[in-house]
């Protein structure tokens, strides 16, 4: 496993919102966290991300034991977060916030790469890589978070709500780009409410409720299972 989690337990003060739970994702795959609000799903993202601490259990990536490894260090060894509601920085331009997103680097051949790619992914950014981010559509303020953590060239890419607020056709678009993200060969654990989409996409999936973990499968299975279809498809 490239990253899993072992019996992971997160409080908030004194009241717990993950309850042991333990999950893998092999090098390569798209894995989703679905669930209802409040399931856990931002939780469980923050505790592998080192933004709350464990109460219980382990966090490994690549073989190692990293659940007291700051977060700043994580981001170092591969593990990066694009957030949830965005988290661009709104004063700076298109490339300033990219060149943010590389600020753990030092081989600026391999950072203008790395832009290069990002544009490759996102036309739109390039075409606006000028403009104050804070200027940029829903739909092009996410796509700059995810580019900005691509930066960091990560190796697992942890996607929060990418899909919030945006129009159906945006949807799609931004699916379509993690699927190639993953093709290129960066893993991706993506948590969504639009279950429909992620789960179409992802090779695994969690279901989260209450802060457990109540189902695993292939994306097609769960797609497929009746009681996910009842509670996260819209469909009885
Ligand atoms: P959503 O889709 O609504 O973001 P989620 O599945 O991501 O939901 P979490 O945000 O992880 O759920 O919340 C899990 C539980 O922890 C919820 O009961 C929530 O109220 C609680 N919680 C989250 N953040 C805090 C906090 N800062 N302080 C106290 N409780 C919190």
């Known amino acids: 496993m490239l990253l899993e989690l ?44 080192g933004l709350l601490p464990l109460q219980r259990g382990s966090i490994w990536f690549q073989g190692q034991d990293i659940s007291k ?40 051949a391999g950072i203008a790469d790395d832009q290069k790619r990002v544009f490759g992914l996102f036309p739109r950014l390039e075409e606006r890589r000028k403009q104050v981010a804070g200027t940029l559509s829903g739909g092009e303020q996410q796509m700059l978070a995810i580019g900005r953590a691509l930066m960091a060239r990560p190796k697992v890419l942890l996607l929060d709500e990418p899909s919030m607020g945006l129009a159906p056709m945006l949807i799609q678009q931004i699916f379509n780009i993690i699927t190639e993200i993953a093709q290129q060969g960066t893993t991706i654990l993506v948590v969504e409410q639009n279950a429909q989409q992620a789960l179409s996409r992802a090779t695994r999936a969690y279901v989260m409720e209450t802060g457990q973990i109540v189902k695993e499968g292939s994306g097609r299975d769960l797609l497929n299972d009746p009681s996910v279809k009842e509670a996260y498809l819209g469909v009885a």
């Open 69 to 108: 490894l700051r977060a700043d260090l994580r981001v170092v060894r591969g593990l990066c977060q694009a957030p949830e509601g965005r988290g661009i920085f709104p004063g700076m331009t298109v490339t300033e916030n990219l060149d943010m997103g590389a600020y753990t680097r030092r081989d600026k």
């Open 6 to 49: 072992r019996d992971v337990t997160v409080a908030y003060g004194r009241i717990e919102a993950l309850h042991g739970i333990s999950l893998g994702i092999e090098q390569g795959e798209i894995v989703a966290l679905i669930g209802a609000n409040g399931a856990g799903k931002t939780t469980t993202m923050k505790a592998i991300s």
